[in-house]
Antibody, heavy 122, light 112 residues
Framework: QVQLQESGPGLVEPSGTLSLTCAVS?????????WTWVRQPPGKGLEWIGE???????NYNPSLKSRVTVSVDKTKNQFSLQLRSVTAADAAVYFC???????????????WGQGTPVTVSS | QSVLTQPPSVSGAPGQRVTISCTGS?????????VHWYRQLPGAAPKLLIY???NRPSGVPDRFSGSKSGTSASLAITGLQAEDEADYYC????????????FGTGTKVIVL
């Protein structure tokens, strides 16, 4: 079955760059899906971060757009998140997810990774 | 702060029916973008429960149903079970500013 697995440092220094990777198994990252990142601060709700299609287009949350990059590595069948200039407000559990779309702007996230916690501290 | 508002909590006894509302606006739910629903058990990842306003993925029991009208959507759970105690989130797309997928504020379902 299809599985997504996040990996990356659990601790990032303030003003540093958060870098996470999501390995996809059981599905090709070159299929017609949107590879997505979502985060959840401790005790709070879900926040959509951004997405990328294997063909190149990306979309980002306007509130994070200036600091975020989502990229896809077809050779490794994985996708990545970079969040620059982090602060304590970026501490959260970060989830990767598969976005499935039938029509524009109606993506649903049908598969999720287990999530990886990230702390921001020196 | 989310543009989709949900009640912080709803509760019911086993076997009862509960509903969770998701209130948006003309730039999201009212703009005919689909609403999807997720259930999140403590310490776990969200799981897709309803997609395209009212469709259930394979494996989701028919105790769960979704609807949408105007600028709001609802999730109904009938035959409430202890295992339904979890957080529930609605999700849609918002076309204001530069556009973004958005989640609701989340609702805790409490089984009495």
């Amino acid at each position: 079955q299809v599985q997504l697995q996040e990996s990356g440092p659990g601790l990032v220094e303030p003003s540093g760059t958060l870098s996470l990777t999501c390995a996809v198994s059981g599905d090709s990252i070159s299929n017609n899906n949107w590879w997505t990142w979502v985060r959840q601060p401790p005790g709070k709700g879900l926040e959509w971060i951004g997405e990328m299609h294997h063909s190149g287009p990306t979309n980002y949350n306007p509130s994070l757009k200036s600091r975020v990059t989502v990229s896809v590595d077809k050779t490794k069948n994985q996708f990545s998140l970079q969040l620059r200039s982090v602060t304590a407000a970026d501490a959260a559990v970060y989830f990767c997810a598969r976005g499935v779309t039938l029509t524009n702007y109606n993506n649903r996230f049908d598969l999720w990774g287990q999530g990886t916690p990230v702390t921001v501290s020196s | 702060q989310s543009v989709l508002t949900q009640p912080p909590s709803v509760s019911g006894a086993p076997g009862q029916r509960v509903t969770i509302s998701c209130t948006g606006s003309s730039s999201n739910i009212g703009a005919t973008f689909d609403v999807h629903w997720y259930r999140q058990l403590p310490g776990a990842a969200p799981k897709l429960l309803i997609y395209g306003n009212s469709n259930r993925p394979s494996g989701v029991p028919d105790r769960f149903s979704g609807s949408k009208s105007g600028t709001s959507a609802s999730l109904a759970i009938t035959g409430l079970q202890a295992e339904d105690e979890a957080d529930y989130y609605c999700q849609s797309y918002d076309s204001s500013l530069s556009g973004s997928y958005v989640f609701g504020t989340g609702t805790k379902v409490i089984v009495l």
